[in-house]
């Protein structure tokens, strides 16, 4: 099974999308992002997904895991740090 590069790939995959809703659970129970309002001239930082196929010894694939990441390197220096918006 090949990796997916984008989300509309992934999309196309009932394995796929169950890691990824796994995932969304996974952040939602250990509070790891905060859904919020965004404030007035700021800029969100956008996420992208990040799937792979973990395989055992034999090369089979074991767990389809997909992993949800801000785009931290958008942000820009010195510009509210301590809070970001994703």
Not at 57 to 72: C, D, F, H, N, Q
Request: hydrophobic fraction near 35%.
């Amino acid at each position: 099974d090949c990796e997916p590069l984008v989300f509309e790939e992934a999309m196309k995959s009932k394995k796929w999308r169950q890691a990824m809703e796994e995932e969304i659970k996974s952040i939602e129970k250990n509070d790891t992002w905060e859904l919020t309002t965004l404030p007035k001239g700021q800029k969100a930082v956008g996420v992208k997904w990040v799937y792979k196929a973990k395989k055992n010894v034999k090369g089979e694939v074991e767990k389809y895991k997909a992993r949800l990441v801000a785009k931290g390197y958008k942000q820009k220096h010195g510009i509210d740090n301590e809070e970001v918006f994703a």
